[in-house]
């Protein structure tokens, strides 16, 4: 009764939405990328930072190379999948700023050091990878979040500027035969909330 | 075209969603709390590793507490907003994977090392902060996710333990007056998504 998105909504967006471990054959497109990308972009970072970058492999040689830095349980739902994006943050996201949030013009500058944009970047890229998934799943798609991988052959083989770091890599596609796991068990309320 | 929810839903989620500044008196119950949770906590962490916990500030003096803990420019927001949550991650999640995890045993002693426990936790519980705003804003309600506190006194007043780290803290309740500053640009596509 407290939520006000409709019920079919919300099992779309979260209660029957899996982590998907095969794929069909169709397509993702960069429209529908597009569009995921213009209703997740105005979900909020800290300072409109927006630090969160994302690479999408569609050329087999791409593929190969991402392939090769998954862990072994990934590899084949990574090379099947229509759509594999690397989600990384950009360190230097602090150069958008002066744009971005233009009503602080010292913003770009109280993140000179990489000590302070990193965590700061970090944190917010993975609030982004949130609402992405989210994003994915209101396209329709199934999301398939993954972070066993070498995180720095990732870097390497795909942000040879040092400026990118990896943090999570995402199949992306219809679900296939068997695409589920089990689901598991959710901690309860009492287990997670408090009140003080 | 490409996005299979409603353009109202959308709306409300991201597009008309807003960071809130000011709220009104109508105060947020626990009822709404455990709906959002009970949407949200379907959304996928690793392992699922569920590291996110959540501390609701009601009384009087935990909220005085916290206030003493943000910045400046947060105090008063923080001070008046209807409901105000800490989100943390609980560095020590790897305690629940038996029951949460149990088809791979040996996931608790895989983190035993806090070196290996506490990004992961960060990473997971930070997406699980992304999804926690959509939910607030499911349930109807603004958040205003905040960054500007001292984290060791936020850690050191209410998480006594070492075992919690404060990731964000988060403002809840119905926009009131002037809750919201112009909105900021968002990055074109081009400037975040690349193909290879």
Redesign the interface.
């Known amino acids: 009764?407290?939520?006000?998105?409709?019920a079919a909504?919300?099992d779309?967006?979260?209660?029957e939405?899996r982590?998907a471990n095969t794929f069909t054959d169709e397509p993702v497109?960069?429209?529908?990328?597009?569009?995921?990308?213009?209703?997740?972009?105005?979900?909020?970072t800290?300072m409109?930072s927006?630090p969160?970058?994302?690479?999408?492999?569609?050329?087999d040689e791409?593929r190969e190379r991402l392939v090769n830095q998954m862990g072994d349980g990934n590899k084949a739902k990574t090379g099947s999948a229509p759509l594999v994006a690397i989600v990384a943050v950009d360190t230097d996201f602090h150069e958008?700023l002066p744009?971005?949030?233009?009503h602080y013009p010292g913003a770009k500058d109280a993140f000179a050091e990489e000590d302070a944009r990193i965590p700061?970047g970090?944190?917010n890229a993975?609030?982004?990878?949130?609402?992405l998934?989210?994003?994915i799943r209101?396209?329709?798609l199934a999301?398939g979040?993954m972070?066993g991988y070498d995180a720095e052959g990732i870097n390497k083989e795909?942000f040879g500027d040092g400026k990118h770091r990896v943090?999570a890599v995402i199949n992306i596609g219809r679900p296939g035969e068997g695409a589920w796991f089990p689901r598991?068990?959710?901690?309860e309320?009492d287990?997670?909330?408090?009140?003080?």
Do not use: C, W
Request: a positive charge.
């Open positions: 009764m407290s939520l006000v998105i409709d909504t919300q779309l967006l979260f209660r939405a982590t497109t960069d429209e529908q990328v597009q569009a995921i990308y213009d209703l997740v972009k105005y979900a909020p800290a409109n927006q969160l970058r994302i690479v999408l492999v569609r050329s791409a958008h744009t971005q949030f233009p700061t970090s944190f993975s609030l982004q990878i949130g609402y998934i989210i994003g209101a396209a329709g999301a979040p972070a795909f943090l598991n068990p959710r901690l309320y287990q997670v909330v408090t009140t003080v």
